[in-house]
C-alpha cells in the first residue's frame, strides 16, 4: 500500500481547514501523485475519507473537484500539442 510522501503544507492539514483553493489544490497534488504512481490513495479534504485507486469516489464534492481538475489538465495538454503543430507547421 503506498501513501502520499510528499506535498505542501495544505498537504498535511485536515479537509476542514482548508479553504476551497487549497481543497481542489490539495487533490490535484494527490492526483498527480496518483498518476506518478508514488501512491494509491486520495485522502477526500470534503469528508477526510480515503479513496483506493479503481474504487468509486466517495463523495460528490470530490467527484466535482476530481472532473475539473482532470478536464483542465486534458485541456492544457491539448493546447500545448496546438502549439506544437503550429510551430512544426510554421517552420515549414
Given amino acids: 500500500m503506498m501513501f502520499p510522501t ?3 503544507p495544505e498537504w498535511d492539514k485536515f479537509g476542514s481547514e482548508m479553504t476551497p483553493d ?3 489544490a490539495n487533490v490535484e497534488k494527490q492526483i498527480t501523485a496518483c498518476e506518478q504512481r508514488r501512491t494509491n490513495v486520495i485522502t477526500c479534504p470534503y469528508c477526510d475519507k480515503q479513496n483506493r485507486e479503481g474504487q468509486p ?5 470530490l467527484g466535482r473537484a476530481v ?3 482532470l ?4 485541456l492544457k495538454e491539448k493546447a500545448e500539442q496546438a502549439e506544437r503543430i503550429a ?6
Fill in 22 to 24: 487549497q481543497k481542489v
Fill in 71 to 74: 478536464i483542465r489538465k486534458d
Fill in 87 to 92: 510551430e512544426s507547421v510554421s517552420r515549414n
Fill in 6 to 8: 510528499e506535498g505542501g
Fill in 67 to 69: 472532473a475539473a481538475i
Fill in 57 to 61: 469516489l466517495c463523495c460528490n464534492a
